[in-house]
């Protein structure tokens, strides 16, 4: 397929798990961003990659979220101790051009946490 | 810091008349502008953008979107809507260099026959 991709595309977790998300990007796209959206809102910018360099993390919640792309193509973003208030769809997008240019995001189809 | 509002939760219209999704805007610098619309089920995909040059732009579908700094605003428009373009609309902006992009929480179009 030529389009972003996220794996799990739900995923149920305790309170007090780890989880990991995956997303594979769009080949040979330079950036990539990762988003949290909750529901009845718009995506809410997290972190994001040029190549494997991670430019901003502004938007990390808390400590416990870490995110990671270490050979500038797949990435995974970590969530270490649960909290319901993490339950979200968690968006990944990725842009051919360099993060801060004029190129438009293409999305996958996110990954659907629920912390019970 | 940058900000967008989309003032509506929800548009209703009519098929075959015009449609119009509102969005406002604050950026440091020059804007890059932005529309996306997310269908149930399916990923948010791009419509349009406005970088430089004509202030109206023209994308996807038939829609297009007016850039009008004195106002900051970038309304997205469609002469004639379609049952089909029934979804949600998400309007974001960037600074020109800036890697980090902000999304409005999204207008809901519903366009009935």
């Known amino acids: 397929g030529a389009g972003v991709s996220q794996s799990p595309r739900y995923k149920v977790a305790k309170r007090g798990q780890d989880v990991a998300l995956r997303c594979d990007p769009i080949s040979g796209h330079v950036s990539l961003f990762w988003y949290q959206q909750a529901l009845g809102q718009g995506p809410e910018f997290l972190t994001y990659?040029?190549?494997?360099?991670?430019?901003?993390k502004s938007g990390l919640p808390s400590d416990r979220f870490f995110a990671e792309r270490p050979e500038g193509s797949v990435s995974t973003l970590k969530i270490q101790r649960t909290q319901q208030e993490d339950s979200a769809v968690y968006l990944c997008?990725?842009?051919?051009?360099?993060?801060?240019?004029?190129?438009?995001?293409?999305f996958g189809p996110g990954t659907r946490l629920t912390v019970l | 810091a940058q900000s967008v509002a989309q003032p509506e939760d929800q548009v209703n219209v009519a098929e075959g008349n015009p449609l119009t999704v509102k969005c406002t805007y604050s950026v440091s610098g020059n804007p890059y502008l932005f529309w996306y619309v997310q269908y149930p089920n399916r990923g948010l995909q791009f419509l349009l953008k406005?970088?430089?040059?004509?202030?109206l732009v023209k994308g996807s579908y038939g829609f297009e979107a007016e850039f009008n700094k004195s106002q900051t605003s970038f309304h997205l428009k469609k002469p004639s809507a379609l049952v089909s373009d029934s979804a949600l609309y998400f309007c974001?902006?960037?600074?020109?260099?800036?890697?980090?992009?902000?999304f409005g929480d999204g207008t809901t179009l519903t366009v009935k026959p």
């Open positions: 406005y970088i430089t040059g004509d202030n």
């Open positions: 997008a990725s842009s051919r051009g360099l993060a801060g240019g004029r190129a438009e995001q293409f």
């Open positions: 974001a902006v960037r600074g020109s260099n800036a890697g980090k992009s902000t």
């Open positions: 990659f040029q190549n494997e360099a991670q430019l901003d």
